[in-house]
């Protein structure tokens, strides 16, 4: 199953059998107070259906938009007009950033159909394609989540991992620069190696080449035989990992969902900074 459609094609098949299109647009904490929701009704790809990831986590837990339960995931994935069949494209306003978490969010339902707009809407607009604004009720689907446990790794396994693969900055990682969230420390797991999601994007947004992504991630200790698990400060930037691995065809990886921030709530004592 394809990951990523371009602009060009996306543009072919909204002129004869359109997909069911997200806007998965979300924000860091510390972003200037930025409304993804607002920038949704101002500018959005035609037909696009707004998808809060927020809105669709775990409203009960004590971190940032971990997964909810089937049940209610498929009711909110219901209600933005998803139908089982459903052909699905996500994308987010700053090319490739949160898009990738919802992709991967239902992948670990069991939506196998669902492709990530490569660029985003940042290469959509630089191209002159056409954009609406407003909101856009695309009705109730029927969409079942069936969920595919594999996607997801724990606390635990993650502790236990050979292989961990860190999306946040160098200086997060080192311990250098705070985290978005307040009272979460900065550093890294014992066993996390610093994989910056930017390092996994071209100058124009895009998901770099296949082979170019297989080389960063081999330097990094990417092998067949061997289980990847990404991480990030809470989930979101570590699904841009993930949509990496899933391109290049590796067979063995996992998110995990609490990441950094559940790390260093139930782990400080283990935290590391340096490299």
Not at 151 to 178: H, I, K, N, Q, Y
Not at 209 to 221: F, I, K, M, N, Y
Request: glycine residues 8%.
């Amino acid at each position: 199953m394809r990951n990523l459609i371009s602009t060009a094609a996306l543009e072919a098949e909204l002129a004869c059998k359109p997909p069911c299109i997200l806007d998965a647009t979300w924000h860091l904490p510390n972003a200037d107070a930025r409304d993804a929701r607002e920038e949704y009704l101002t500018r959005h790809l035609p037909g696009a259906v707004f998808a809060d990831i927020d809105a669709l986590s775990d409203q009960e837990s004590d971190l940032p938009h971990m997964l909810p339960t089937a049940a209610a995931f498929q009711a909110g994935i219901r209600a933005l007009g998803v139908n089982a069949e459903s052909s699905v494209v996500v994308y987010d306003s700053l090319g490739l950033f949160s898009a990738a978490r919802l992709w991967w969010m239902l992948k670990a339902f069991g939506h196998d159909d669902v492709r990530v707009l490569n660029g985003g809407l940042p290469k959509w607009q630089r191209e002159g394609r056409a954009v609406e604004s407003g909101h856009v009720d695309a009705g109730r689907g029927n969409w079942t989540a069936q969920p595919a446990p594999d996607w997801c790794a724990s606390l635990e396994e993650t502790c236990a991992a050979e292989l961990v693969l860190d999306a946040r900055s160098r200086a997060r990682f080192r311990g250098e620069a705070p985290e978005p969230r307040m009272g979460i420390a900065s550093g890294h797991m014992p066993n996390a190696r610093s994989l910056p999601f930017d390092q996994l994007l071209a100058p124009d947004g895009q998901l770099r080449p296949r082979a170019e992504l297989q080389g960063v991630l081999r330097r990094l200790g990417v092998q067949a035989d061997r289980k990847a698990i990404t991480s990030c400060g809470s989930g979101v930037t570590a699904a841009i990992i993930s949509l990496a691995l899933a391109e290049i065809g590796h067979p063995r990886h996992a998110l995990y969902d609490g990441s950094w921030t559940e790390y260093a709530m139930r782990r400080p004592a283990d935290i590391v900074t340096g490299e």
